[in-house]
């Protein structure tokens, strides 16, 4: 990144820490342009910079099953050389104006992130739009990020944590594309072509799936008129974007994927909930008791603090747009995994059927209400949950509303959310070592 431009971003996450716990508390405006698009907006004056997240909603679970990666493929080229720019130009200008503009994408959407300088503003925005609606795929880098790709995969096709989320992932969703890695299949990606890659941006970027966060240097008007630059001439509708039904992961299965290594690695997980629903909060606050708190979780202290079975555990809820997970994971020695599996279950089983204490619950609040602050103290980190709030349709004042919800939790509401999602006796289970007194390998 440009030395100008580090800088800036590090006097910016310096006054926003001095405010303390007001970080948060930013005003959040709905901006619409004059061609029609929205963005929300938080207006941060006090230094020269810029941050806007963006998202096109879709992402790698519409990739064609010939042609798994397209999308992780398509972030990571589209930025190389667009309009009359090559890959050498484009990426020179952006380094010389200290622009940051990046890609990626996952299952359910396709991210873009630009961070500037306030007076390169018209430039940066100019450029996203270039990379957006006339991307190069020309045949060098291509090529190049292809083999960059591709050696990251082979990579992760020996390491145990790779391995074991592949395989949950492939067992929870038979058949459906949350099963498929979004990182891409080493074949499928040899095969795509800058025509594949084409059409990919063709199809899928439009102003009906494309939601906006924007903080910095910038009012409402000017705004206005810089995204209608950089996104109004998208196409108004894409099919890509088309809400899919709601899936439930598939449950009760152990999987042993036997490799020579002194550590058997486990990812384990049941459904969870879908970002809208109503227990959602409960939940959260119930995962970190369980194992979403570090050394304040039950599983750390049953795991690893009292036994020295792991040096860490941990669980944590995502919501997915099809579907809810609840997953987690531990690793630990070969002959000690079936020990490790039986104390997941145990817990599982005992905070469910006897609920939390009022302390556990009290710690839990008061941790995720004081943490929430650190969210926000930077305009990437405030642009980044804008986008979230978005993506999961929360509202525009649910950065107002969240502690007051996490406040509003009891013990009754988190001892049923227990009695709702926790099922150890259905636990999904892929191990990847040598595991001693498991159920064998399928």
């Not at 090529?143 to 989320?165: C, G, V, Y």
Request: a negative charge.
């Amino acid at each position: 990144m440009n030395a100008r431009l580090s800088q800036w971003i590090a006097a910016g996450a310096l006054c926003l820490c001095l405010l303390g716990g007001k970080a948060h508390a930013v005003e959040i405006q709905r901006v619409t342009s004059p061609g029609g698009i929205e963005a929300w907006l938080v207006e941060q004056h006090t230094i020269p910079l810029i941050a806007m997240d963006f998202a096109f909603r879709g992402g790698a679970k519409l990739d064609p099953d010939d042609k798994i990666g397209l999308s992780v493929l398509a972030a990571a080229t589209i930025d190389e050389g667009a309009g009359d720019l090559d890959s050498q130009a484009f990426q020179k200008r952006l380094e010389e104006l200290a622009i940051k503009l990046g890609f990626q994408a996952d299952h359910d959407a396709f991210h873009g992130s630009l961070q500037t300088l306030t007076e390169n503003t018209g430039e940066a925005f100019r450029l996203t739009r270039l990379a957006l609606t006339a991307p190069r795929f020309d045949a060098e880098p291509v090529a190049r990020i292809k083999a960059q790709l591709l050696a990251n995969l082979r990579q992760a096709e020996e390491e145990p944590e790779a391995i074991a989320s592949k395989t949950w992932f492939a067992a929870a969703f038979p058949g459906h594309p949350y099963g498929r890695p979004a990182e891409g299949d080493p074949k499928q990606i040899s095969g795509v072509s800058a025509e594949d890659l084409r059409k990919f941006t063709a199809r899928h970027f439009a102003r009906n799936g494309l939601v906006i966060a924007v903080v910095g240097d910038i009012d409402a008007l000017r705004l206005g008129k810089l995204l209608d630059e950089a996104f109004g001439v998208l196409p108004a509708t894409s099919p890509a974007s088309a809400p899919a039904a709601v899936i439930v992961p598939a449950v009760k299965q152990t999987l042993v994927i036997k490799r020579d290594i002194p550590q058997t690695v486990m990812m384990f997980g049941l459904p969870g909930l879908l970002r809208k629903d109503a227990d959602f909060i409960p939940a959260y606050v119930l995962n970190y008791i369980l194992g979403g708190g570090g050394f304040n979780s039950r599983l750390t202290v049953e795991i690893r603090e009292k036994r020295g079975l792991a040096y860490s555990v941990f669980t944590e809820l995502v919501p997915m747009e099809q579907a809810g997970l609840f997953i987690g994971s531990v690793a630990t020695q070969n002959e000690r995994a079936s020990e490790t599996v039986a104390l997941l279950r145990q817990e599982m089983t005992r905070l469910r059927d006897h609920g939390v204490t009022a302390e556990e619950l009290e710690n839990a609040r008061t941790y995720l209400i004081g943490s929430y602050a650190l969210r926000f103290d930077s305009n990437s980190k405030i642009a980044e949950q804008l986008l979230a709030y978005q993506l999961g349709h929360l509202g525009i004042d649910y950065m107002d509303r969240r502690n007051d919800l996490m406040r509003a939790v009891t013990l009754d509401d988190v001892n049923r959310v227990a009695k709702r999602l926790l099922d150890p006796d259905n636990l999904l289970l892929v191990s990847v070592g040598q595991p001693n007194g498991t159920i064998p390998a399928k």
